[in-house]
């Protein structure tokens, strides 16, 4: 599975940015699919997951509220719809691809086999 994050840029304190997750190559319906970030400095985080089906989602409390994952299996695309947006929002975003877990060890990053290139998001304050 290839895949490709784009979407992020620059934006205030409060505003809104969507980040698109494209998908090519193996089955995409098959995968869970996650988004993770990681700021400067820090470790990489969890944000958000969905179930291969889409019946289930899971978010860090940090971006719940704030933050909704989808998919479009049709599209082989993931999104990140991201609201009220905060300076400590501002990171890298990757979106990455999986299969097995369960869906409490979706936020692990061991759950993923694929990840792509991050997508970066400034957030001003």
């Known amino acids: 599975v290839q895949l490709q994050a784009s979407g992020g840029g620059l934006v205030q304190a409060g505003g809104s940015l969507r980040l698109s997750c494209a998908a090519s190559g193996r089955t995409f319906s098959n995968y869970d699919m996650g988004w993770f970030r990681q700021a400067p400095g820090k470790e990489r985080e969890f944000v958000a997951a969905i179930r291969w089906s889409g019946s289930s989602t899971v978010h860090a409390d940090s971006v719940k509220g704030r933050f909704t994952i989808s998919r479009d299996k049709a599209k082989n695309t993931v999104y990140l719809q991201m609201n009220s947006l905060k300076p400590e929002d501002t990171a890298d975003y990757f979106c990455?691809?999986?299969?097995?877990?369960?869906?409490?060890?979706?936020?692990?990053?061991?759950?993923?086999?694929?990840w792509g290139q991050g997508t970066l998001v400034t957030v001003s304050s």
């Open positions: 990455a691809a999986g299969s097995g877990a369960i869906l409490t060890t979706l936020g692990r990053d061991s759950s993923y086999n694929y």
